[in-house]
């Protein structure tokens, strides 16, 4: 559970949902539900018209929805947080050493455009 990330990009959003900071957004700019498309992570809370920065590109910290073993393909589940892909689009991977025994705990992961 690292608390470091790398960003490459970072996008200014204005929210048009509710944000939670370290949780996936998605393409409409609020917070992603269950196997969204994403724009990347949240760095910060938003409400409605609030300006979000979202991490797209590089490395970032989200939460996780559930244990995910090292390496796993990522997607999001109906809260935004980062779970083990089935069958929505791949929108991160976990980084290099990373796991997570349990939901709700801070992750580093590297961000897959979709």
């Not at 509710?18 to 992603?32: D, P, S």
């Not at 539900?33 to 609030?50: C, F, H, K, M, P």
């Amino acid at each position: 559970m690292s608390g470091q990330f790398v960003p490459v990009l970072t996008l200014s959003a204005i929210a048009t949902g509710a944000i939670v900071a370290e949780r996936f957004v998605n393409t409409a700019l609020a917070q992603a539900g269950a196997q969204a498309n994403t724009l990347g992570v949240a760095r910060s809370d938003a409400a409605v018209g609030a300006v979000c920065p979202v991490d797209s590109l590089g490395t970032a910290i989200v939460q996780s929805g559930a244990a995910i073993a090292a390496g796993a393909a990522l997607e999001t589940d109906a809260n935004g947080r980062a779970v083990t892909r089935t069958t929505g689009p791949t929108v991160a991977r976990m980084a290099p050493g990373e796991v997570a025994t349990a939901a709700n705990q801070r992750i580093e992961v590297i961000l897959i455009p979709n």
